[in-house]
């Protein structure tokens, strides 16, 4: 995933990566589909657990670059919707929002927008990280590029 890093501190959006992608797992739910279909489809695609989405006997587990954290999920209950977490084309922040924003969206589970709760977000669990973490996290989704969601019908596809 190409970053761009003019202006921000390296070792930040490092870690920000390493929360996003090895710690929070956000791809699962952040991502459609999370894996990589392949050229020819999720038959011959790259997702680890094999069918009903993946190839038999499962693939390589590579993450969909093209709409890498774009949201587009939909959950149970109906009408939820993972968000895109990618910068926005007006403000090229993460979903549009300033890290106090995004902070205090982690901290309360409301969206800063309409103030809804975040339905199906972990964010009971995430509220406890530290500023730093989750500054980190934020300097990383602004590091990476703009993306569109794509289509799936499940988390984890």
Known sequence: MPLNLKGRDP??????????????VCADCHSCPTYDPGPDGPAKGHNPYGPPFGPVGGGDGKINGK?????????NPPGVVSANLTPDSKTGRPEGHTFREFRQLIRTGRDPDDGEILQVMPWPVFRNM????????????????????????????
């Open 11 to 24: 070792e930040l959006v490092g870690l920000g990566s390493y929360l996003v992608n090895a710690v929070g």
């Open 130 to 157: 530290s500023d730093h973490d989750l500054r980190a996290i934020y300097e990383f989704l602004h590091a990476i590029p703009h993306a569109e969601p794509g289509k799936c019908v499940a988390p984890g596809q």
């Open 67 to 75: 709409n890498y954290l774009a949201g587009g999920v939909l959950f």
